[in-house]
């Protein structure tokens, strides 16, 4: 009896250790979420890009839903990117920049050349603030709450797919 | 050392020491990590274990200590910094995961949501352990029955019968 009983356990701990085994398989490793969502956004004083004498610090995100893109001119994806983020400006949703591990005149002659969606760009060289929100490879986007929340995390390319299916659904989720 | 002399037998050993200590240094250089220099060995050990425990966020599989990835870099500097401040282990562990998440830990902290991945090998051990108990036990008991008389009556009558 208790050996029958093993002949049919063993195989079933076989199949389900399997089923998980395989179902993992499919899971991309990088993806995971930022250590900082549901967290409020990390306290930081900056200057902007445009305006070396001109101070913000995080209660820049508070009051409206913000869309945070960490971008550089070094970064090629930042490029390819902005034709998304100059749409998702057009549907109104404020966005701000942080300009990461940049010099001010290579930040100014990229929006100058691809455009520009954001309100105001927080100055970051020396990627003081992209290490407190977890960025290890630009680009990434965090949606802030108006309360100062950050609520989601798309790490790397925004397609045009992902504005429709994921970035829209999160802002109107939030709003 | 003239490379030619490599090919006489004696310089040899030599040689490939030579080879082995460039190929050395210009992996440390090329690979774009830095050495720092500590005044306590105490403060270069941890920040040696330090590094070495830390999973790089960007490369999959590489410790920061080993990385050449920007992202490895400044976490190595914060780590420095932070072991010059005289900051304890786990302020610099729990300053690292609060910003790249239980990712970066080789060694998952103990906590409820890691107590089924720390407890599962002790467990099966456990498991394993109590089904090797039941086996042994259940074959000495078998081994234990004596035959009876009328079983070695039968016994004994087929050795008997067996052709010699």
Request: with cysteine; hydrophobic share 45%.
């Amino acid at each position: 009896m208790s050996r029958r009983l093993l002949l049919l356990l063993l195989p079933l701990g076989f199949l389900i250790v399997a089923m998980f085994l395989y179902q993992r398989l499919q899971h991309d490793p990088s993806a995971r979420d930022s250590a900082l969502m549901a967290r409020p956004f990390p306290a930081f004083e900056a200057t902007t890009l445009r305006d070396e004498n001109r101070r913000i610090d995080q209660g820049l995100l508070e009051g409206e839903v913000t869309l945070v893109n960490v971008w550089g001119e070094w970064c090629p994806a930042c490029k390819q990117e902005m034709p998304q983020l100059l749409e998702l400006a057009d549907h109104g949703i404020r966005m701000v920049g942080v300009n990461y591990r940049d010099t001010r005149e290579k930040g100014m002659r990229f929006l100058g050349e691809y455009g520009d969606p954001f309100e105001v760009n927080i100055f970051d060289p020396e990627g003081d603030l992209g290490f407190d929100l977890g960025v290890y490879g630009a680009p990434e986007t965090f949606l802030v709450d108006a309360g100062g929340v950050i609520r989601y995390h798309h790490k790397g390319y925004i397609s045009p797919e992902d504005v429709t299916q994921r970035i829209l659904p999160e802002v109107a989720k939030w709003r | 050392m003239a490379l030619t002399g490599c090919f006489k037998a004696a310089w040899l050993p030599r040689c490939l020491v030579a080879l082995a200590l460039g190929v050395l240094a210009a992996s440390a250089l090329a690979g774009g990590i830095e050495l720092r220099e500590f005044d306590d060995p105490v403060l270069a050990q941890r920040y040696h274990d330090l590094t070495a425990s830390m999973r790089c966020p960007l490369c999959e599989n590489q410790a920061i200590g080993d990385s050449d990835s920007p992202i490895s870099a400044d976490m190595r500097e914060r780590v420095y910094q932070m072991l010059q401040e005289g900051r304890s282990d786990s302020e610099i562990i729990h300053h690292m995961v609060a910003r790249f998440g239980d990712y970066i830990l080789y060694n998952p902290r103990l906590e409820r949501r890691t107590y089924l991945l720390w407890g599962l090998p002790i467990g099966l051990g456990i498991v394993g352990f109590m089904i090797v108990l039941l086996v042994v036990r259940a074959r000495r008991k078998a081994s234990a029955k004596a035959l009876s008389a009328d079983e070695r009556a039968r016994l004994d009558a087929l050795i008997d019968r067996r052709p010699s």
